[in-house]
């Protein structure tokens, strides 16, 4: 069974930045995930900000995060990172991240559709002066 576990949320100051976790275990050999960062704002819908095939690499960020937000991974440490830069108060949510299980149709899918098998709890961040 996969897990997942978040970490690396807190508050910053509008303009700042922060790099969110995610550390997973678990994983069936053999198989290659798509691993998303989603985020929920009180009284908001989900959101699918940033999703990554680790077949292929194969990157989706959402409108709203575009060229602040970067998705990366450790394969080794296997671990699952997003670097928010230039942060701003509607970014203020609680933060999850995601695994699909194939098949994957693609990043923009799993994001726009907010698909995921596997959910990690949560790491809340706060952008406020």
């Known amino acids: 069974q996969l897990q997942l576990a978040e970490s690396g949320g807190g508050l910053v100051q509008p303009g700042g930045s922060l790099r969110l976790s995610c550390a997973a275990s678990?994983?069936?050999?053999?198989?290659?995930?798509?691993i998303g960062w989603f985020r929920q704002a009180p009284g908001k819908e989900r959101e699918g900000i940033s999703c990554?095939?680790?077949?292929?690499?194969?990157?989706y960020y959402s409108d709203s995060v575009r060229g602040r937000f970067t998705i990366s991974r450790d394969g080794a440490k296997k671990t699952v990172y997003l670097q928010m830069n230039s942060l701003k108060p509607e970014d203020t949510a609680v933060y999850y991240c995601?695994?699909?299980?194939?098949?994957?149709?693609?990043?923009?899918?799993?994001?726009?559709?907010?698909?995921?098998?596997?959910w990690g709890p949560g790491t809340q961040v706060t952008v406020s002066s």
């Open positions: 995601a695994a699909e299980a194939p098949p994957i149709t693609s990043a923009q899918a799993m994001c726009v559709g907010i698909r995921g098998d596997y």
């Open positions: 678990g994983f069936t050999p053999g198989y290659y995930y798509a």
């Open positions: 990554m095939q680790t077949s292929n690499g194969n990157t």
